[in-house]
C-alpha cells in the first residue's frame, strides 16, 4: 500500500504560482499511477491530473491544461503540481491518490490511497 502527504498550499493572488508536493512512502510506489484531485467548499471532489508510474504519460481536466503541470521523481517518491497563472476558482483543497495500473484514470472512485489534502486560496 501507499501513504500520502501533500504539502505547499498556501495563499496566492491571482496570476500567481505554487508548487505542491506529494511525498509517498510504499515499496511500489513507482508502479502506481498518481493523481491529483480538488474540491472546493459544497462541491464535489474533482479531477485535475494524472500521471503514469513511468512519468512519460499524463492527463490533464481541460480547466487547468496549460497552467497547471504533475510530475514525478520516483527516487525521492515525490509527485508535484506545478500551478502557475492561478484563478479563484482554482480555489480548493488539492488531494493527491494513487493506484496500481497503467490507464490515467480520472474517476476518484478509481483510486485507492490518499492523501488528507493542501489548502490552496487564490485571491482576485
Known amino acids: 500500500q501507499v501513504q500520502l502527504v501533500e504539502s505547499g498550499g498556501g495563499l496566492e493572488q491571482a496570476g500567481g504560482s505554487l508548487r505542491l508536493s506529494c511525498a509517498a512512502s510504499?515499496?511500489?510506489?513507482?508502479?502506481?499511477?498518481m493523481g491529483w484531485f480538488r474540491q472546493a467548499p459544497g462541491k464535489e471532489r474533482e479531477f485535475v491530473a494524472a500521471?503514469?508510474?513511468?512519468?512519460?504519460?499524463?492527463h490533464y481536466a481541460n480547466s487547468v491544461k496549460g497552467r497547471l503541470t504533475i510530475s514525478r521523481d520516483n527516487a525521492k517518491k515525490l509527485v508535484y503540481l506545478q500551478m502557475i497563472s492561478l484563478k479563484p476558482e482554482d480555489t480548493a483543497v488539492y488531494y493527491c491518490?494513487?493506484?496500481?495500473?497503467?490507464?490515467?484514470?480520472?474517476?476518484?472512485?478509481?483510486?485507492?490511497?490518499w492523501g488528507q489534502g493542501t489548502q490552496v486560496t487564490v485571491s482576485s
Open positions: 491518490a494513487a493506484r496500481g495500473g497503467s490507464y490515467m484514470y480520472t474517476v476518484k472512485e478509481e483510486y485507492e490511497y
Open positions: 510504499g515499496r511500489t510506489f513507482s508502479r502506481y499511477v
Open positions: 500521471i503514469s508510474w513511468s512519468g512519460d504519460s499524463t
